[in-house]
């Protein structure tokens, strides 16, 4: 088993570049399929997550060359198959995907019903609702795979009941070459929904409004071979500003889109860190005690769900008391009972999270819950009192690249280790 040990108390200091954005990369190599012609796409983390969508990828029938670490070509245009099988399909949410982008290329599916970090009750009833508004019939199969075919998709309006990231992605997917025009109202408005619609666009596919809450596709025949580098990470820079503020550190985050972090520079500023951002970077110190500050999480452009567990880490250690309030999942606070082991006070009730900050935490044994708990656990870490020992690190390893390496650079004292199973080393 491998584990990651942190021996706390050093401060971030120092410059690093971010990886470009996981919940891009997830959409945007699907949505290659949609075209028979070579792709390149540059800026690809080399997480896992990525790892498994290139595996599926290959499974299709699709040729992929690396040409660097983040750089990859895919020549779409021999596939020979249309299903995605579970033990591919479990590890990562994000497989829901290749529901909406075989349907565009071959007018029939079948996926397995999606992994992904658990926060309770994740439905896909909105996928499903946009791909039968465009005319394809949803038929769930024996174990656990969907299966979706249409012989013509047709444009029409798709009004999401709710805010939906992977809905708004899969109606894209299979309006972009559906006959006439797709209205999608109530879209999410991440900035890897722009991202993917970018992409796309820049493959010879019609689509406006991308970032807005009505999003027009206008159908297209054919597309073709592009070339296109991925946007930054904003969570993983989100993830690197709250650890710098967490340390006490001074970092300069490169290779970010500053408009993309104003949620959470915004809640940084109010608990007293420094942040200041310039055209493609973003400089954060910290000085002074954290003040209390109040969270809620909703969908962009308010402050994201996937920072919450790291904001929880930098509430517990602020001053007084702090409320952070779950606006998009049912059940998102599973990580905070690994917290407590290290000291973090916490009530949970339901959505909403009171946390009393403490002076200092100390190390313990924990593991990561899901992708964004387990880097929690890892900012605690970096500011507790002592040695701490991260089990089930896969979680972490869907989501960033190189972050014992990343870590490292900025003066953590951190490794991965690798230890007999159940049995956890003391040594650093
Ligand atoms: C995406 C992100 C994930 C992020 C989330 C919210 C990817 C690959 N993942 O996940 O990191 O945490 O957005 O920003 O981009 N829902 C339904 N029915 C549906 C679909 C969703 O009820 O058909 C609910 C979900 O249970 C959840 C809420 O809608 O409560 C938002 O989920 P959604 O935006 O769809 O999240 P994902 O696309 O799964």
Redo the contacts with the bound molecule.
């Keep these: 088993m491998e584990i990651i040990q942190i021996c706390g108390g050093n401060r971030l200091v120092g410059e690093i570049e971010i990886s470009g954005a996981k919940?891009a990369a997830?959409?945007i190599l699907p949505a290659t399929l949609l075209i028979e012609g070579v792709c390149r796409v540059e800026n690809v983390p080399n997480i896992a997550d990525v790892t498994t969508t290139l595996k599926i990828l290959n499974l299709l029938g699709s040729k992929i060359k690396y040409i660097n670490k983040n750089t990859i070509e895919i020549d779409n245009r021999n596939l020979h198959n249309n299903i995605v099988p579970y033990d591919l399909a479990r590890s990562m949410?994000?497989s829901y995907y290749f529901l909406g982008a075989l349907l565009s290329r071959f007018g029939n599916a079948r996926v397995s019903m999606p992994g992904?970090c658990n926060f309770g009750?994740?439905?896909?009833?909105?996928?499903l609702k946009a791909f039968a508004a465009l005319g394809a019939s949803v038929s769930p199969m024996e174990n656990g795979m969907i299966e979706v075919v249409a012989d013509r998709l047709t444009g029409n309006s798709i009004y999401l009941d709710?805010?939906?990231?992977?809905?708004t992605v899969n109606a894209i997917l299979s309006s972009v070459k559906a006959r006439g025009v797709t209205i999608i109202e109530n879209a999410?408005k991440?900035p890897?929904i722009v991202d993917l619609a970018n992409f796309l666009n820049s493959a010879g596919a019609d689509i406006r409004g991308a970032g807005t809450d009505v999003i027009k596709v206008y159908g297209v025949d054919i597309l073709h071979g592009t070339s296109y580098a991925i946007i930054p990470d904003q969570i993983e820079a989100g993830t690197y500003m709250a650890a710098t503020a967490a340390t006490g550190g001074d970092v300069l985050i490169k290779n970010v889109i500053p408009k993309h972090l104003e949620s959470i520079t915004a809640k940084l500023q109010e608990m007293g860190v420094l942040v200041e951002d310039f055209d493609d970077s973003i400089h954060v110190s910290r000085q002074n005690p954290l003040n209390q500050c109040n969270v809620k999480t909703m969908?962009h452009p308010g402050f994201?769900?996937?920072m919450q567990p790291q904001f929880s880490v930098l509430l517990s250690i602020a001053e007084g008391t702090s409320i952070l309030t779950e606006g998009?999942?049912?059940n998102r606070f599973r990580y905070i009972e690994e917290l407590r082991r290290m000291g973090v006070q916490a009530q949970v009730d339901g959505k909403v999270a009171v946390f009393q900050g403490v002076d200092y935490l100390t190390a313990a044994p924990v593991k990561a819950t899901d992708l964004r708990g387990g880097i929690a656990m890892i900012i605690a870490a970096l500011v507790a009192r002592g040695v701490t020992e991260i089990e089930e690190i896969q979680h972490i390893e869907r989501g960033y690249e190189n972050i014992v390496e990343k870590l490292s650079a900025l003066g953590a004292q951190i490794k991965r280790v690798t230890v007999p199973d159940s049995v956890v080393s003391h040594a650093l």
């Design positions: 919940n997830v959409a949410r994000a992904g009750v994740r439905p896909v009833d909105q996928h709710i805010v939906s990231v992977g809905a999410a991440e890897h969908p994201p769900t996937d998009v999942y049912d």
